[in-house]
């Protein structure tokens, strides 16, 4: 499909590079495959280190990675304040050398509204995508309120007020957008973050991999503050100490800020002999580390925030065919479903023990494994978010008076 004139959209996004985040460059190359100019603004990072290139016809500008604070306003001032300048110094620049209609903003930070309201002026519109509830995100980080917090209610409140359309990851999402964001029904749009089924192929495992074990538990994801790495090497602890279940190993696959700390936490406990740290895997390394898995586990706590998000790793053990070990949190049940267990609530004795009834029941493993796949291939897959993505598109240029 062509559109006259061209409709022309400029994402941005703050915390991954592109392609790196997965959602933004599916997003991204299927606007392009439904006759779209995009381009991206988007940090440097994790090999991504050209200020420009062109991939699959989507044009990518990159600014020096900002450094991630981790606490303290200062350092959230200093990160936000970095990304703030060269989002406006490279939007001048798409905008002379591409155009843009509409700014698709990818959240955290809830700040990106500010680049759209510049070029509102030049009738410009804003597409909010939103990726994380940064209040809640906030609070899970810290395990406080106070005035950062407020601060961003503040600006999520002024995030939905700038936007035409906004599209949320799954209803939780929605709702926040109703309730705190007070935008119309017909404005919010369900895209859920969801793995392209064709470049998650099912395959034989890997011995390499396995290293020897009869189970082998994977985890795919970042390695951060809020992830539950703590719980999970607990219940692995336990798992392996306290019920003498030696015969697993479990491969951890990702990047993050809290990398060593939780590899000196597994060496604390002596469990160096039952870990892999890979680092980041892409593409096939990462395909053949997941198959080469047993069950898929998903340790990130319930908090306030986690309750109310979509896991990508839930949906990539799903999609190969991987059973899940989770605790129980809202989002998490609705995409799984009974193709995972549930532990009690960040309760890593509860999570080990799940583990271990799957390794008691491995045709159980399976059967929940193949349920999985087909909760994806009937309702969770990207090919289902597309129609809702394109439709968003398709309500905010007509807002503009362009169908």
């Avoid at 029904?185 to 991999?209: G, L, Q, T, W, Y």
């Avoid at 925030?305 to 839930?314: A, E, G, P, R, Y």
Wanted: hydrophobic share 40%; proline share 5%.
């Amino acid at each position: 499909m062509t559109f006259s004139p061209a409709r022309r959209v400029l994402i941005v996004v703050e915390n991954l590079p592109v392609p790196l985040d997965r959602r933004v460059w599916l997003e991204a190359t299927t606007l392009k495959a439904h006759g779209y100019e995009v381009s991206v603004i988007c940090p440097t990072g994790r090999g991504w280190d050209k200020h420009y290139e062109e991939i699959e016809g989507i044009h990518i500008y990159r600014y020096p990675e900002p450094v991630e604070a981790h606490s303290g306003a200062v350092a959230y001032a200093r990160e936000y304040l970095h990304s703030l300048v060269h989002w406006f110094r490279l939007g001048a620049k798409v905008r002379r050398e591409r155009g843009f209609d509409v700014i698709q903003g990818c959240n955290p930070p809830d700040l990106v509204f500010l680049l759209a309201l510049w070029h509102r002026l030049r009738g410009v519109r804003y597409m909010f995508d939103h990726h994380d509830p940064c209040p809640e995100l906030f609070e899970a980080k810290f395990n406080k309120q106070g005035l950062l917090y407020k601060i961003m209610l503040v600006w999520e409140r002024m995030t939905f007020a700038c936007a035409s359309v906004s599209m949320a990851t799954n209803e939780s999402f929605r709702a926040i957008a109703k309730r705190r964001g007070k935008m119309r029904d017909e404005d919010v749009f369900v895209v859920r973050s969801a793995p392209k089924i064709e470049k998650f192929e099912i395959r034989p495992a890997d011995p390499a991999v396995r290293k020897g074990a009869k189970t082998v538990m994977g985890y795919v994801g970042v390695i951060g503050q809020q992830e539950g790495m703590d719980l999970l090497v607990a219940a692995a602890d336990h798992l392996i100490n306290t019920m003498d279940r030696k015969d697993v190993h479990f491969v951890i696959v990702g990047f993050g800020s809290e990398v060593p700390q939780v590899e000196a936490d597994v060496a604390r406990r002596k469990l160096g002999d039952y870990f892999t740290f890979t680092g980041a895997l892409y593409g096939e390394d990462l395909l053949r580390a997941l198959n080469s898995c047993d069950i898929g586990v998903s340790p990130d706590p319930k908090n306030a925030m986690n309750d109310i998000c979509t896991m990508n790793k839930v949906m990539e053990y799903m999609t190969l065919e991987k059973p899940v070990v989770q605790f129980d949190l809202k989002e998490g049940r609705a995409s799984a479903g009974d193709a995972s267990l549930y532990a009690a609530a960040n309760d890593p004795v509860d999570f080990a023990a799940k583990i271990a009834e799957l390794m008691d029941d491995p045709e159980r493993g399976k059967a929940m494994g193949k349920l999985g796949r087909e909760r994806v291939l009937d309702n969770l897959s990207w090919a289902h978010s597309v129609p809702s993505l394109l439709a968003a598109y398709d309500r905010i240029f007509a807002k503009m008076g362009r169908r």
